[in-house]
């Protein structure tokens, strides 16, 4: 069994992720930790192999050195927060983090045919569709899928009630265009992503993981 504590485990995410570890075969939800439930992340740690984390953008970075420095592994779906100093942290560490801006299959497959296509096209724009209460713009799944791609791409983000996380990418040339488009009508849609990295952590061979696409194509 590996035992699995949630950070944010109150939030909108930390919520499902819960649920899911709890009906995944071969792991234990070992600890729910969050400010809101009255439980800090230090009280779950001694019972735990793996911590999940969505928390906040300001909260992760000093959640995920917390963890690495109890010698546990990290997967961290919280965006927004600064990379390079998690790879410090986690190159001085005898535990592995992971790290994925999207966890839906879906929209790790747009990156990847976005990145693609960008390299016959003139130019392309992100649109990205995220529920209000988000507090990072651009999303991170939007920048790593402008990073991936060839050219300047500009990101437009919208945040409306009633949405949960959308993406288009919009490639244009003469007299056409390619429309790829990513919808979430849950928050389940992230879970098999969640669940893989939790399986998967411990064994990767870099400290720091980034992207599920390192899971699903490991040789590139
Ligand atoms: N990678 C992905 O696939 C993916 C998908 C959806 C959301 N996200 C990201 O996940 C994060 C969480 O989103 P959400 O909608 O669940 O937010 P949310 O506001 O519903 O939940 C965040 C929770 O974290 C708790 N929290 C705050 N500080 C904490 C700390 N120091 N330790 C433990 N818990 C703490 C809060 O009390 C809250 O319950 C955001 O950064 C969002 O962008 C990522």
């Not at 791609?149 to 990418?169: C, N």
């Not at 669940?195 to 870099?206: E, F, S």
Request: proline letters at 5%.
């Amino acid at each position: 069994m590996t035992r699995v504590a949630v950070a944010g485990a109150a939030g909108r995410m930390g919520q499902a992720v819960c649920a899911a570890v709890e009906a995944a075969d071969g792991l234990e939800l070992a600890g729910r930790a969050d400010p809101a439930l009255g439980t800090p992340l230090p009280d779950v740690l001694g019972g735990c192999d793996v911590v999940v984390d969505f928390t906040r953008p300001d909260t992760a970075l000093d959640n995920a050195r917390t963890v690495l420095a109890a010698g546990r592994h990290v997967v961290i779906g919280t965006t927004g927060f600064d990379l390079e100093a998690l790879r410090e942290a986690a190159d001085g560490s005898q535990a592995n983090a992971f790290v994925a801006p999207n966890f839906a299959i879906g929209a790790v497959l747009m990156m990847r045919f976005a990145a693609e296509a960008s390299r016959h096209m003139a130019a392309a724009e992100i649109i990205e569709y995220h529920h209000a209460a988000k507090l990072d713009a651009p999303s991170g799944t939007a920048k790593r899928t402008a990073e991936l791609m060839e050219g300047d791409v500009p990101i437009h983000s919208v945040r409306l009630q009633g949405l949960v996380a959308d993406q288009d990418v919009i490639l244009g040339d003469v007299a056409q265009t390619l429309t790829l488009r990513h919808v979430t009508t849950d928050r389940t849609s992230f879970m098999p992503g969640v669940i893989l990295a939790v399986r998967r952590v411990a064994d990767l061979p870099d400290r720091l993981t980034v992207g599920l696409d390192r899971l699903l194509w490991p040789d590139g």
